[in-house]
């Protein structure tokens, strides 16, 4: 398929008021997040190897900074949102039964939303400690 | 609606291909970084709560079976990485040829394996 072709059907099946659904908001936000993991993560990993893995004070020093505490804000952020979001999509297509789907899907977001709160609470400890 | 009508893909019936591994993969790859994610609160839980928490953390993963489950996190995040670009690139449009499908699916198995290798360099030689 050319690109042409991909954008017409897309923009094609977007319009279509039947299929407006919330289907179409997910597909979106798990590509907006999955493009914004991308220089968070070519962030994070090369720090992580060469300021992280040294002593607890130099760690401590790292998570001072202003600059790096914004970073990892927006690293678990988009990380628990990116992650809830393709666990979603993978329970939607194994798990068959309704009730079970629409229980794990909460449970996801839930414990998504406890690790994120909690990874950003530490965050913020750090940098006003 | 029947619940025993057969779902697609008939894996019994399929053929294993690059790119149907790749796909699977992708999506292993994402549900083992979720539940790997908990290795990365509980680090800066650990930091949080002072340096003998943290110490006593790095002791708890630094022995053979801590680092193979992090070597295998390593994997599993340059992986998710690169195919999550070309993912990227195939909901822009391009790459959809079979030949370039095949090409970009090497590409990322190179990149993925390289970016392991060389991170557990610098972790051993640093």
Redesign the interface.
């Known amino acids: 398929m050319d690109k042409k072709v991909a954008q017409y059907s897309y923009t094609k099946v977007e319009n279509m008021s039947s299929v407006k659904s919330p289907g179409v908001g997910h597909w979106k936000l798990q590509r907006i997040s999955a493009i914004g993991m991308i220089p968070l993560l070519l962030w994070f990993i090369p720090s992580l190897l060469f300021s992280l893995l040294g002593s607890y004070e130099e760690a401590i020093a790292w998570f001072q900074s202003p600059f790096n505490t914004t970073g990892l804000f927006l690293l678990f952020i988009t990380l628990f949102f990116h992650a809830s979001l393709g666990l979603q999509v993978v329970i939607e297509d194994y798990v068959h039964n309704e009730g079970l789907k629409i229980a794990s899907i909460i449970l996801i977001k839930l414990l998504s939303i406890l690790l994120g709160v909690l990874s950003l609470l530490c965050v913020l400890k750090i940098y006003l400690s | 609606m029947s619940?025993q009508r057969p779902l697609s893909p008939h894996l019994q019936i399929y053929k294993p291909q690059l790119t149907s591994i790749l796909s699977i993969l992708h999506?292993a790859t994402?549900?083992a970084?979720?539940i790997g994610?908990?290795i990365?609160?509980s680090w800066?839980?650990a930091?949080?709560l002072g340096?003998a928490t943290?110490?006593s953390y790095l002791k708890i993963i630094n022995n053979w079976f801590g680092k193979l489950i992090l070597f295998g996190f390593t994997f599993g995040?340059f992986y998710h990485?690169s195919n999550?670009?070309r993912?990227?690139f195939w909901?822009?449009?391009?790459g959809?040829d079979l030949k370039q499908a095949y090409m970009s699916g090497t590409l990322v198995i190179i990149a993925s394996l390289t970016l392991t290798i060389i991170?557990w360099l610098?972790?051993f030689f640093?």
């Open positions: 619940r999506r994402g549900v970084l979720s994610s908990i990365l609160v800066v839980i930091l949080t340096e943290y110490l995040l990485f999550g670009i993912h990227l909901d822009a449009g391009y959809y991170t610098l972790v640093i």
